[in-house]
Structures are given as structure tokens and as C-alpha cells.
Nanobody, 122 residues
């Protein structure tokens, strides 16, 4: 039974930082493709950052230079370090895992999802 559990969300002022974590359990192999998505009220869910099984990272243009995705293999955890936050970064952030095909930003290609963690930037 695969579970993805996000944590680390909260409220922060513009210019501040947050670090999101996604603890993964149930995969028989840790080296799966993972990603973070977010959804703001009234908007569609969008891809934020992805990390491949080989460690390759990808980012949405809107977060490049501000966000960093990383994986901590020993703890089966994927992190999203978010710096220089702006109000437009607000939303529910979701961890997604096990994309077997397609580009990293393709939501439909991910098999497993967490329940999300709220990020509010004011």
C-alpha cells in the first residue's frame, strides 16, 4: 500500500521561506519519479518541480531560482525548499509519485498522490 504524506505547509510573509516534505512508503523501489504540484483557489493544478529516478530535476518557470526539489533516500522523503515566496505561490501543494512515462509536468501520468499541504503567502 503506497502512501505519500506531505508536511511543512503554513502561513508566511512575502519574501519568506518554507520547506515542504513528502514521506513516501510502500514503494518496492525508492528510485521512482516524484514531483510537487500546487493548486490555487479557482485554478487548475499545476506542476511546480520534479525529480527523476536518476536525480535530474525540473522546475516550472515561475519558481526557477527560488524553489529546490531534493530527495533524501535514506528517509524515503522528497523535499521542496521554497525561498523568496510571493503571494502567487499560495495554494495547496501536492506530492506525486511513480510517473512511468510522459514529461515530468504531466499530472495524469502520476500514479500516487498525497492529500496536500496548504501554503499561504501574504
Amino acid at each position: 500500500h503506497v502512501q505519500l504524506v506531505e508536511s511543512g505547509g503554513g502561513s508566511v510573509q512575502a519574501g519568506g521561506s518554507l520547506r515542504l516534505s513528502c514521506v513516501v512508503s510502500g514503494y518496492t523501489r525508492w528510485s521512482v519519479n516524484m514531483a510537487w504540484f500546487r493548486q490555487a483557489p479557482g485554478k487548475e493544478r499545476e506542476a511546480v518541480a520534479g525529480v527523476e529516478s536518476d536525480g535530474t530535476t525540473s522546475y516550472a518557470d515561475s519558481v526557477k531560482g527560488r524553489f529546490t526539489i531534493s530527495r533524501e533516500s535514506g528517509k524515503n522523503t522528497v523535499h521542496l525548499q521554497m525561498n523568496s515566496l510571493i503571494p502567487e505561490d499560495s495554494g495547496v501543494y501536492y506530492c506525486a509519485g511513480d510517473r512511468t512515462s510522459g514529461a515530468w509536468y504531466m499530472e495524469s501520468q502520476y500514479t500516487h498522490w498525497g492529500r496536500g499541504t496548504q501554503v499561504t503567502v501574504s
